[in-house]
């Protein structure tokens, strides 16, 4: 339901706000000092004004929710340039307005609901719990109000929201409208496809001739002209680049298997499970029920009160273990309960779960990984020593060209454009360098993420153009193949469509497949993305459509329309949530065209002069 509005959408999500029950809007905002002791005005409405502390207090507050929000700092500049002030305001106005009409129709409440409510505020209550009176007193004091200020405030604030519930309390939305969108999302459809490809054209493609190409060249300019381009040379070194460079002697690689050994030779281990027990003779009773069948494992366990996490002791080798246990579970290779056996936690039964066998990667197999991290690390190394060095050369006043000589770096070129991903562009401090550099600023030299260094100029800025036809005929007769393959098999779906209207059937015309039970919103795997759109559009079953693809065409019968289950549990879920959305969109609505109405009859004045004073108070 939506009702005429004369105020715009901002005013509106104001009253929104209201609805969600910030009743306590004096509460936040920061010390603040006052506008001329509380007199100025911002505005007002009817007879309720609206002063400038409550601005200045109502911005503070908005201030401090977005950065609560946000986790960033933000300024009044940001607000305003976002028209947050102007919502604000509305927000004041609309306040008002509410508080005006409540006024005119008596509604009010007595010192007892405003006790009540002040001591439920969190903010006001001590350590244990309660309200204490110091709390309220320090926390009014670093806001900047008195007692008596907030707790007319919150007298207004209950009076307004007696009045919401007035207005829009027990609204309950007709059956119809959920129900009919229910019906409408929970539609399914059946129906059999057929695909016909290029395997499925009689003569295939054809090749083109030059006319054609140039012809296609020619009517389709956008395809092949390449955007604005920044021309960069740059200067760079990496690991990979030094690596074949680097002299590594066996004795380091020996020296770093050896190093690495618990990596590459490995003794048996196993998946345990430890459960243990009081004494030996009550671990052996569990022992002898589990071999009985009386028991098992995991009964032993949860009568314990443990879990099976509790007594995962993980992966061990013989050396995770005393000397018993080790000889126990690491000499059985067929029970899956060993014990009991003495450990470090008393008598103990163990459950085998797994057993990893013992692994060794001899010198000679690990030599070339073991080279490639040593040269890689050396290159890195090398890489960082240079540093200086090419930072000299550049403060010296150095060349990109002759970083390229006097150093390891590689001169290079590239149009960068945002598209750009091969060689250097890959790198993702280059691309942002790149798309940051304007022509005549200083080369710096800059960090790649794999150790690497590069620095970079920009010489110019190269304006789209559309290449010849002789330097991208590849690039066009392949365009040209695409757009030829998509006409030829949607002209032959087109064609079945034809023969099936003169009688002939789906089935008869080659290989199909059924798709059952599709949703408006499901995306079909090697369907076009609009496919569930249009069988949603078709009207009958048995209605045909063709529906073309860039590399097949799918002829598609429309076989069932499936209403949706009513009685099935996601319906019923849907139904709910339908109808209180339904409930909260009347209810906006209505409150919003309420408070509307009341601030047009009330009338209301704005003071520009003192908002404009409120806002020079922010810096």
Known sequence: MTMAKSKSKKVGNIFVWVLMGLLFVALAGFGIGSFSGGASRVGTVGDVEITADDYFRALNNEIRA??????????????????????????????????HEAAQMGISVGDAEVARQIQQVQA?????????????LFVLSQQGATPREFEEDTREDISRALLQTAIVGGLT?????????????????DFTRLTVTEADLADG???????????????????????????????????????????????????????????????????????????????????????????DFDTLVEERDLTLEDVDIGEVSPSDLGAA????????????????VET??????????????????????????????????????????????????????ATLEELADDTAMTLGMIDYTAASEEGIAAYDSFREAAGAVEEGDFPELLELSDGGLFALRLDEIVPPALPPLDEIEAEVAEAWAATALRDAVAERASQLVGQIATGATLESLGDTTQERLIRRQDLLPDLPPTTAAQVFQMENEGDIVMIPGADAAHVIRLDTINAANRNAPDTSILIQILDQTIAQSIATDIFEAYGQATQAEAGFTTNSGVINSVHAAFP
């Open 173 to 189: 939305p007709p059956d119809l409208f959920a129900e009919t969108i229910t019906a409408y999302q929970g539609e399914t459809r």
């Open 66 to 99: 977005q950065i609560a929000d946000t986790g960033e700092v933000v300024t009044f500049a940001q607000l305003r340039a976002r028209g947050v002030d102007e919502q604000v305001l509305a927000g004041l106005i609309a306040r008002a307005a509410l508080s």
């Open 124 to 136: 006001f209550q001590g350590t244990g719990g309660n309200f204490d009176r110091d709390t309220y």
């Open 344 to 397: 470090a936690i008393g008598p103990a039964l163990f459950r085998v779960n797994a057993v990893l066998q013992a692994t060794e990667v001899p010198f000679e197999d690990a030599r070339d990984d073991l080279a490639a991290e040593m040269a890689d690390a050396a290159a890195r190394r090398q890489i960082d020593d240079m540093r200086e060095m090419i930072d000299d050369l550049l403060a010296g006043g």
């Open 205 to 295: 493609l054809p090749e083109p001739s030059s006319d054609e190409l140039a012809a296609y060249y020619e009517e389709n300019p956008q395809r092949f002209t390449r955007p604005e381009a920044r021309r960069i040379t740059y200067a760079w070194v990496s690991p990979d680049q030094i690596r074949d460079d680097v002299d590594l002697s066996e004795e380091d690689l020996r020296e770093l298997y050896n190093d690495r050994l618990d990596e590459y030779v490995q003794p048996e281990r196993r998946l345990l499970e430890r459960l243990g027990f009081g004494t030996m003779e009550a671990a052996q009773e569990a022992y002898d029920a589990i071999e009985a069948g009386e028991t």
């Open 325 to 340: 246990a080790a000889e126990a579970v690491f000499s059985d290779d067929e029970s899956e309960i060993i014990g009991p």
